[in-house]
T-cell receptor, first 107, second 112 residues
Framework: DAKTTQPPSMDCAEGRAANLPCNHS???????VYWYRQIHSQGPQYIIH???NNETNEMASLIITEDRKSSTLILPHATLRDTAVYYC????????????FGTGTRL | DGGITQSPKYLFRKEGQNVTLSCEQN?????MYWYRQDPGQGLRLIYY???????QKGDIAEGYSVSREKKESFPLTVTSAQKNPTAFYLC???????????FGPGTRLTVT
């Protein structure tokens, strides 16, 4: 599986958009990008995933660069409840199979 | 309400004792997973099961054992062979064709 690189921490003003970057320069053509978040002392929560195209759901947007070497998770109007550790994960299938969690970004 | 239950939330054991962590789900999911999380670290996969009566080792299976006799249940036993068992343990489940894993609230195990 490809590895990901994320900044250890980021700050965001409440009400502003939070843009969380992820580098996955060794990603292969069939690997998906997943984002999860973990609020303190709770289990992780799925946010969004994508392969090539940008994706949006009720929680966030996922922007994947054309070369797929990096992506950005966008929380459009961050609130205090979005305080969490955000994990960017690359997985070789589009299903919820084995996931490898790094150390993530603390927002 | 459908979901994943892990009990207890906090567990204390003496060194040298085996301990079993419970994980139950009523989501009718075929696949279940156990992860371990140490302070300031990400999750590491211990064991996973794609179907009843079958399971595979994850990245850090040494010192752990599991069983999958029922679809709803996937208990994890932390044996005395696990050198550093104190950690936060998370159970998850998914459907084989689904796109997300659903996590339980976790059990914090402290061994002294």
């Amino acid at each position: 599986d490809a590895k990901t690189t994320q900044p250890p921490s980021m700050d965001c003003a409440e009400g502003r958009a939070a843009n969380l970057p992820c580098n996955h320069s060794t990603i292969s053509g069939n690997e998906y990008v997943y984002w999860y978040r973990q609020i303190h002392s709770q289990g992780p929560q799925y946010i969004i995933h994508g392969l090539k195209n940008n994706e949006t759901n009720e929680m966030a947007s996922l922007i994947i660069t054309e070369d797929r070497k990096s992506s950005t998770l966008i929380l459009p109007h961050a609130t205090l409840r979005d305080t969490a550790v955000y994990y960017c994960i690359v997985s070789e299938t589009g299903t919820a199979s084995k996931l490898t969690f790094g150390t993530g970004t603390r927002l | 309400d459908g979901g994943i239950t892990q009990s207890p939330k906090y567990l204390f054991r003496k060194e040298g004792q085996n301990v079993t962590l419970s994980c139950e789900q009523n989501l009718n999911h075929d696949a279940m997973y156990w992860y371990r999380q140490d302070p300031g670290q990400g999750l590491r996969l211990i064991y996973y099961s794609q179907i009843v009566n079958d399971f595979q080792k994850g990245d850090i299976a040494e010192g752990y054992s599991v069983s999958r006799e029922k679809k709803e249940s996937f208990p994890l036993t932390v044996t005395s062979a696990q050198k550093n068992p104190t950690a936060f343990y998370l159970c998850a489940s998914s459907i084989p064709t689904g796109t997300e894993q659903y996590f339980g609230p976790g059990t914090r195990l402290t061994v002294t």
